[in-house]
């Protein structure tokens, strides 16, 4: 079955630390693939999509087809990225379980 | 952003209740979807159509019912609530111009006693 796993459901670091969120994917086809924050009292949205290969907010992300990985990085974390992270594909509307980001002052 | 508006925002109900969540959007898409957001458990698909006419069960459907009135509005209906389904539901609209991009709605939140 295709799925999209996140293994960290807290990841806690301090502010100017480097931060990796782990997304890893199953799917036989070609992913889309995304990434998307949830702030606190704010709505899901998009953070960016492998597609366009951009770097949002500081944050990129490789598609890496031979781990079937799209890790989320940023080099120097700041306390506004504390957040609920979601990875995601839309070949079948799959979201992983989410990882929630705590930047630490 | 105020294009995905769900109503109502917070719904408390019994088990056994009939139970409409509503979804309009001004975007302009042609596809909406439902979601539930459990702890632990991220958002999974509930239901999701692809133009007036098109709807399609996601991965946990049963127990849920939905329609779509219109292009911009898409309610999603629990037919007789149970205290499992006590969730956060999420709305969202996505464009295939758009590369699929989803744009959700701020959310319900439902509880069922």
């Known amino acids: 079955a295709q799925r999209v796993t996140q293994p960290e459901k807290l990841l806690s670091v301090f502010k100017g630390a480097p931060v990796e969120l782990k997304c890893n994917y199953s799917?036989?086809?070609?992913?889309?693939l995304f990434w998307y924050v949830q702030y606190s009292r704010q709505r899901l949205q998009l953070l960016l999509r492998?597609?366009s290969r951009e770097s949002i907010k500081g944050f990129t992300a490789d598609l890496n087809k031979g781990e079937t990985s799209f890790h989320l990085k940023k080099p120097f974390a700041q306390e506004e990225d504390s957040a609920m992270y979601y990875c995601?594909?839309?070949?079948?509307?799959?979201f992983g379980t989410g990882t929630l980001l705590a930047v630490q002052p | 952003d105020a294009d995905v508006t769900q109503t109502p925002r917070n719904r408390i109900t019994k088990t056994g209740k009939r139970i409409m969540l509503e979804c309009s959007q001004t975007?302009?898409?042609?596809?909406m979807y439902w979601y539930r957001q459990d702890p632990g458990l991220g958002l999974r698909l509930i239901y999701y159509?692809?133009?007036?006419?098109?709807?399609n069960k996601g991965e946990i459907s049963d127990g849920y019912s939905v329609s779509r009135q219109a292009q911009a509005k898409f309610s999603l209906s629990l037919e007789s609530a149970i205290p499992n389904q006590t969730a956060l539901y999420f709305c969202?609209?996505?464009?295939?111009?758009?590369?699929?991009?989803?744009?959700f709605g701020p959310g319900t939140r439902l509880t069922v006693l």
């Open positions: 969202a609209t996505s464009d295939l111009q758009g590369a699929d991009t989803q744009y």
């Open positions: 799917y036989s086809g070609s992913p889309e």
């Open positions: 492998h597609i």
């Open positions: 995601a594909t839309t070949n079948k509307l799959i």
């Open positions: 975007k302009g898409h042609d596809r």
């Open positions: 159509s692809f133009d007036v006419k098109d709807i």
